[in-house]
């Protein structure tokens, strides 16, 4: 029987994993094909009344054909994630890497309605332009509506939840708040230098 990923880096809270799903909603979308993958890299929405996954695809693209009739589709978010040097701890450790993911697995099925599509740009814009709400779509938006006959809209019925949260939670309490802190400090300075190095 195996015994991975260890238990200590399995979240199994689902309120948890929802949370990473909001903070960071650009998922990776996986469909098969003749044994092939097709992936995405679309944001999705959760739907609180109902618990469903909502998204929209561009009418071009291969993998559309596949986000309807219940196909298989396997989702991936993904949270902050950084190398942790032993530097960072208290005790003697060897260098590893931190991460958090959501592992979904569902059932998509597409959604034919105009108006539900217009209606679900709007929500997630709404959403997306969250605290401060300095852009409005506007349901008479004309961009919007020459858009719609290239878009599809797609909503997934979650069967499968694996949280996979790999925080130091192996480590004593000062070295996992070093490897949590270490991930704060990580993402930033990445990000930035990243970025400089691509827009110089």
Known sequence: MSNYPPPHHQENDINHMIKVIKAYPLATVISVKNNLPLVTHIPLIYRETDGK???HID???PQTKLMRDDNDVTIIF???QCYISPSVYTTTQLPTWNYIKVHLKGKVKAIESKSALKESLIIMTEFLEQPKHKYI???DNPRMEAALDYIKMFEITITDWEGKFKLSQDKKKSDIDGAKQEL???NQVSIENFLNSIFK
């Open 59 to 61: 009418i071009y693209n």
């Open 78 to 80: 993904s949270g902050p």
């Open 137 to 139: 779509l506007e349901a």
């Open 184 to 186: 704060v400090r990580s």
């Open 53 to 55: 996954l909502i998204g």
